[in-house]
T-cell receptor, first 114, second 113 residues
Framework: AQSVTQLGSHVSVSEGALVLLRCNYSSSVPPYLFWYVQYPNQGLQLLLKYTSAATLVKGINGFEAEFKKSETSFHLTKPSAHMSDAAEYFCAVSDENSGYALNFGKGTSLLVTP | NAGVTQTPKFQVLKTGQSMTLQCAQDMNHNSMYWYRQDPGMGLRLIYYSASEGTTDKGEVPNGYNVSRLNKREFSLRLESAAPSQTSVYFC????????????FGSGTRLTVV
């Protein structure tokens, strides 16, 4: 069964610094990979998704992620953090074998300090 | 364009009480899902409905039942609430398979005392 592991339950960066949130996946077939963001007391919003097209995926709010099959990774990056980026970020995976289920990681809480 | 609407937003139940969480989407999506979110656990799938008329168990179905009332609506029922079911519940929908990504509702915060 497919799964994802998010490395680091809490990440703290300074405003203006690089944001790097790590996600590694496990899947026996080509995966579909997603990053979602959750602001306090809100639902989840899709940031970006990889569906076997370009390996570098650009999303909303200046975020992007690169699919690296050799490393089974799909890390999320943003060149310059804003205070408004403080939120919980979830990596998720599905594949043809999973049919209809997205499997989520446990989440990474991003703190942005002035 | 409302997207996915969940009701209620907050609920407090006593142990043993029952309740139904409602979810409706207006995007003509075929698939609908119920997840629960607990601190440090991420989101775990309770039940899903791939299409109208079908439902299947997810990772944590015990203590829950679902009904896909029509294409728009997918309800989650707790027959006899337990403190372990204290959680935030999210409904989501997608066009077909999960590979298209989900649209989430804003959640129901349930406390069982």
């Amino acid at each position: 069964a497919q799964s994802v592991t998010q490395l680091g339950s809490h990440v703290s960066v300074s405003e203006g610094a690089l944001v790097l949130l790590r996600c590694n996946y496990s899947s026996s077939v080509p995966p579909y990979l997603f990053w979602y963001v959750q602001y306090p007391n809100q639902g989840l919003q899709l940031l970006l998704k990889y569906t076997s097209a370009a390996t570098l995926v650009k999303g909303i709010n200046g975020f992007e992620a690169e699919f690296k099959k050799s490393e089974t990774s799909f890390h999320l990056t943003k060149p310059s953090a804003h205070m408004s980026d403080a939120a919980e970020y979830f990596c998720a995976v599905s594949d043809e074998n999973s049919g209809y289920a997205l499997n989520f990681g446990k989440g990474t809480s991003l703190l942005v300090t002035p | 364009n409302a997207g996915v609407t969940q009701t209620p937003k907050f609920q407090v139940l006593k142990t043993g009480q029952s309740m139904t969480l409602q979810c409706a989407q207006d995007m003509n999506h075929n698939s609908m899902y119920w997840y629960r979110q607990d601190p440090g656990m991420g989101l775990r799938l309770i039940y899903y409905s791939a299409s109208e008329g079908t439902t299947d168990k997810g990772e944590v179905p015990n203590g829950y039942n679902v009904s896909r009332l029509n294409k728009r609506e997918f309800s989650l029922r707790l027959e006899s609430a337990a403190p372990s079911q204290t959680s935030v519940y999210f409904c989501a929908s997608s066009f077909t398979t999960a590979n298209y990504g989900y649209t989430f509702g804003s959640g129901t915060r349930l406390t069982v005392v």
